[in-house]
């Protein structure tokens, strides 16, 4: 069994089930990112890919390390401000993705980064956020903004 | 202040309890017992309304302004508080679904100025 596949077809179907599942539950789509994301955490973890930094400095690190391994994206960082978190992305392996939802005038809810973030910052450190947007920030760039709450 | 709308809501007989909730699944406030994972509970609420919303879209009813679930050993309300937020009230199968969505009525709009 071979042990990497084509991003393609990884885009190809993160992009299906993003769009149907915005397409069947409207603005409660971003909900079902609240229960994906600590799945996807149990998922990693059984992986053995752990996330146990306590602050958003340590948490970055982790995540950096873990995405970049597994070419996830080039490079991520989680700058903490007294408000938000800011998650930086470039060189997005799920850029095709991103840039097909928006064509249809839907926002990347489902962006494993910002999920992921917005999981391991109220799980490790307790602060829970919101999404307050994701936009592009050049080529296969987003900056995702979590707004703490 | 929140909270003491909510409790109104909850004073209704056989009513368990009330959350207030975001449409992307966060809970603001909650008030009373409800026998199962809040968490969860915020997500399926805002999901739920979402897909019914979607219905309404799709057979052009317009705007949704309640969804009223009645289950064998329960029932539920999930009220549109703003295009960011709901209400969600969780009652025994014994509440009177009537009396229920009259003190929502009588409430919700209190609680919209309290969230604006």
């Given amino acids: 069994m071979v042990d990497k596949i084509d991003k393609r077809a990884v885009n190809a179907i993160l992009y299906g089930v993003s769009a149907s599942v915005r397409k069947l539950f409207g603005a409660g789509a971003d909900a079902v990112m609240r229960i994906a994301g600590p799945m996807v955490l149990e998922e990693f973890e059984k992986q053995g890919i752990k996330f146990e930094g306590k602050t958003s400095s340590e948490i970055s690190d982790e995540l950096k390390k873990a995405m970049l391994e597994s070419g996830m994206c080039d490079e991520i960082s989680i700058e903490e401000t007294d408000t938000h978190y800011n998650v930086n992305i ?13 064509e249809l005038g839907i926002s990347p809810f489902a962006c494993p980064f910002a999920n992921l973030a917005m999981t391991l910052l109220e799980k490790n450190t307790g602060q829970v956020t919101t999404i307050e947007k994701i936009e592009p920030a050049g080529d296969a760039a987003s900056l995702v903004s979590l707004k703490k709450v | 202040m929140i909270g003491d709308f909510l409790k109104k809501v909850v004073n209704v007989e056989g009513i368990q309890g009330c959350l207030v909730v975001s449409r992307d699944g966060l809970i603001l406030d909650n008030v009373g017992q409800i026998d199962a994972s809040l ?12 897909s019914a919303e979607v219905m309404g879209e799709t057979m052009k009813f ?47 709009d209190d609680l919209r100025k309290s969230l604006t």
């Fill in chain 1, 90 to 102: 470039k060189g997005c392996s799920f850029w095709e993705t991103t840039m097909s939802l928006r």
């Fill in chain 2, 39 to 50: 968490t969860s509970m915020a997500a399926i609420s805002a999901t739920a309304l979402g």
């Fill in chain 2, 62 to 108: 317009g705007t949704l302004q309640q969804q009223v679930l009645e289950f064998d050993d329960g029932k539920a309300v999930v009220q549109q508080i703003s295009s960011d937020l709901l209400l969600l009230v969780v009652a025994t199968h014994k509440a009177n679904l009537g009396m229920i969505r009259h003190t929502i009525n009588n409430t919700i």
